[in-house]
């Protein structure tokens, strides 16, 4: 059973720094999955924050370029996501979630996500 669980989200001023932690259980990081942060905003769809293959390759949305940086440790089946220069409008629910090696990767497993809200 595949299970990932988000932590360190929480409320921070505008300019300020939060990083996330996605632990997984189960054989995600034995079966090179790729991994990812997304969120969704109240109104909005959800979104692609960052992706990180599993040998570290990394893709950004444009919003988060240069702000963000997500890593990962494959001993420790973790990923995270730095997040730094924190705007109001990243304000969002943040999902981690793992997806098989693939031209294009269907991320099949999703965390319970966790809050993030940045204040002017």
């Known amino acids: 059973q595949v299970q990932l669980e988000e932590s360190g989200g929480g409320s921070v001023q505008t300019g300020g720094s939060l990083r996330l932690v996605c632990r997984a259980s189960?054989?995600?990081?034995?079966?090179?999955?790729?991994m990812g942060w997304f969120r969704q905003a109240p109104g909005k769809e959800r979104e692609k924050v960052a992706t990180?293959?599993?040998?570290?390759?990394?893709d950004y949305a444009d919003t988060v370029e240069g702000r963000f940086t997500i890593s990962r440790d494959n001993d420790r089946d973790t990923v995270y996501l730095q997040m730094d220069t924190l705007q109001p409008e990243d304000t969002a629910v943040y999902y981690c979630?793992?997806?098989?090696?693939?031209?294009?990767?269907?991320?099949?497993?999703w965390g319970q996500g966790t809050q993030v809200t940045v204040f002017s």
């Open positions: 979630a793992a997806g098989p090696a693939a031209v294009r990767v269907q991320y099949i497993f």
């Open positions: 189960g054989r995600i990081f034995d079966e090179n999955y790729h």
């Open positions: 990180i293959s599993w040998s570290a390759h990394t």
